[in-house]
């Protein structure tokens, strides 16, 4: 039996092909910062900085020089196939391409993307490649006409590519000649080819285009235009293969090329080191990178030399500024490594709902039992907040039977008890009603808060949990969104963790909400707050706009030392030390029914003190005229 591995390039979080032939690979990746699942082109002897110039090609360069030897070396893109299986009469666009809506099973059983569909089509063929286009079918001559008239193409670099061609290799003038006047030609640089043809293609292609960055310049080229190397090499893969079958005798096999239409994911994250394995998974945007810092700086910190910290950015737009500085903050620990995760993989975020202050990125945690499916649990922990203790104890937590660890939710306590209004889309409620009904959580008391959780990856796999996540995410709106998903599909099955492990900052309600909870409640509150093991700055006032908070020290000694330090005092001076009611990093605008709400409040407390029945009746009124008025 042949050997053979076909690669699939990838440049972000796609769906993979099943078959064990087929290797995704991560072009570009010196310069990404982010793991999309798969291994990179930038280990050993590599070019993949090249990869906005070069295309698939830094992917090329990596196997040629550092993948295991095999029979057979192909390439294919992550939404562009071979049809390997027998029909090769299905419909094809003017382009040339099966248009396929997805990937799945089906699709690549029908398009012979299997191990024994591809070793059933290769045998006894030296070369794959795509049924020749017309270039006619775009309007144009021949293929020189084509590259000039192109869009983002400049004919005098495909010129540039010839003259350094016929410079090194004269004896291919007729294959340039031939191939130029021609109509049709191999395109999108995919093949399947004898690792003999392909050492000797890879050096003849590598040779050429060394020369050819002598001899070409930008000229304030676009992000498409610089992507010139890529379309030169489809033409010199032509003139290759012409000037071969003049030479000596291959057997070509021509297959019809698959187009995917809609971008998926199905890849996962895999363990980052072998053994005493920590992970952790955050949730960020660039707007709270100083608040990661802080918290990646305090876990370091309380890290344990004996474990592996596996650190995972679920990244909602991290700047590649931050990601480094991020990087760099654990460069020094051995223990210590920090990735980067794309939430734009996640699609069914795409339409969810969202009010303010949160973001569509706060679904991610839903999809944490799919993405690290490979772990046997997984920590996530909030931006805003800090550690005082080893993470390392709560991934140690046995869960037996339990989904989830996670602490209980006493704000939640208190919504219940004063009978705050739920916002949702299944009318007026009260937070007990909500939480009974809709939530379908008989004892309130077990509603938790999301801002640590440790994820029974191994049971959630066997019960296969994310689908019931998936479904509940689907067209509902909730109060406290994915919170109250979770709190949902996962009731009755949590364990518990002390007070300590989710201390509230306070937000500045610490002597007017937290005394009114019931009393073993408070004091369990005050109890945790001694010795906090985390604590969460949730809320408008953050210790990084303002230093009239709980814990602001605790805060500002894992800023310190960091890139951001200089940044967080320049905002406190900004936002004025002593304004305790500063905003967080990037609230929007008062909307100015909250302006009115707010003139409206004192007057409201007098006469309607919370937790009375004037109060909740006035609450019901108050919604039921602003679901009239705002819709």
Not at 278 to 304: H, K
Request: glycine letters at 4%; proline letters at 4%.
């Amino acid at each position: 039996m042949k050997n053979v591995s076909i690669y699939t390039c990838h440049h972000k979080p796609s769906a993979f092909l099943d078959s064990s032939i087929v290797k995704p690979i991560h072009v570009g990746k010196a310069a990404a910062l982010s793991d999309i699942c798969c291994e990179g082109d930038d280990s050993g002897d590599n070019i993949s900085y090249k990869n906005p110039f070069y295309c698939e090609l830094t992917a090329h360069y990596w196997v040629w020089k550092n993948a295991p030897k095999v029979d057979y070396v192909g390439f294919m893109h992550y939404r562009r196939h071979f049809n390997f299986s027998d029909d090769q009469s299905k419909l094809e666009d003017v382009w040339g391409m099966v248009n396929c809506p997805i990937i799945d099973d089906s699709y690549q059983q029908e398009h012979g993307l299997t191990d024994d569909g591809i070793l059933k089509c290769i045998d006894g063929v030296d070369l794959i490649v795509p049924k020749k286009w017309s270039v006619t079918a775009a309007g144009s001559k021949n293929n020189y006409h084509h590259y000039k008239t192109s869009e983002h193409l400049h004919i005098r670099d495909y010129q540039s590519a010839i003259d350094v061609l016929l410079r090194l290799y004269p004896e291919y003038y007729g294959a340039v000649k031939e191939f130029n006047a021609a109509v049709d030609g191999y395109y999108t640089n995919m093949y399947v080819m004898t690792s003999v043809l392909f050492n000797e293609y890879s050096e003849w292609l590598f040779s050429i285009l060394d020369e050819l960055e002598e001899e070409i310049a930008f000229d304030n080229y676009s992000a498409q235009e610089k992507r010139v190397v890529g379309h030169i090499s489809e033409r010199l893969f032509n003139i290759f293969i012409i000037y071969k079958l003049k030479q000596q005798p291959l057997v070509i096999k021509e297959l019809q090329r698959t187009f995917i239409s809609q971008e998926s994911f199905n890849g996962k994250i895999t363990p980052f080191y072998t053994e005493k394995n920590i992970p952790i998974a955050i949730c960020s945007d660039d707007n709270y990178a100083m608040s990661l810092g802080a918290l990646v700086n305090s876990i370091s910190r309380n890290s344990n030399p004996n474990n592996n910290y596996d650190i995972v950015i679920l990244d909602n737009g991290v700047s590649q500024r931050n990601k480094q500085r991020l990087k760099d903050l654990v460069v020094k620990k051995n223990n210590l490594n920090i990735r980067f995760f794309s939430v734009s993989a996640f699609k069914e975020i795409k339409n969810v709902y969202i009010r303010p202050p949160f973001t569509a990125a706060t679904y991610a945690r839903l999809f944490i039992p799919r993405l690290f499916r490979e772990y046997e649990k997984v920590l996530f922990i909030d931006t805003d907040t800090v550690v005082e203790s080893d993470l390392a104890i709560l991934v140690e937590t046995k869960l037996g039977n339990n989904l989830v660890a996670a602490v209980k939710d006493i704000v939640m306590e208190g919504f219940v008890k004063f009978g705050t209004v739920a916002q949702s889309d299944c009318g007026i409620q009260t937070a007990k009603n909500y939480v009974q009904k809709t939530l379908a959580m008989p004892d309130t008391d077990k509603y938790f808060q999301g801002g640590i959780i440790v994820f029974n990856i191994d049971k959630m796999n066997a019960e296969n949990t994310f689908s019931k996540l998936m479904n509940e995410l689907k067209g509902k709106q909730y109060w406290f969104l994915d919170q109250d998903i979770m709190n949902k599909v996962f009731y009755d099955r949590v364990y518990y963790l002390p007070l300590e492990w989710n201390v509230y900052h306070g937000n500045g309600h610490t002597e007017v909400f937290y005394p009114n909870l019931k009393f073993s409640t408070y004091m369990q509150f005050l109890k945790a707050r001694q010795n906090p093991k985390m604590i969460h700055f949730a809320g408008e006032n953050k210790p990084w706009n303002t230093d009239k908070v709980d814990y602001y020290d605790n805060f500002i000694k894992n800023i310190q030392g960091t890139p951001w330090e200089k940044e967080v005092m320049e905002r406190l001076m900004t936002h004025g030390m002593s304004n305790a009611s500063s905003t967080a990093m990037s609230l929007p605008p008062l909307l100015f029914q909250t302006k009115i709400k707010r003139r409206l409040m004192p007057y409201v407390n007098k006469a309607a003190p919370t937790g009375s029945k004037r109060r909740n009746l006035l609450a019901r009124c108050y919604y039921k005229v602003r679901r009239i008025v705002l819709g």
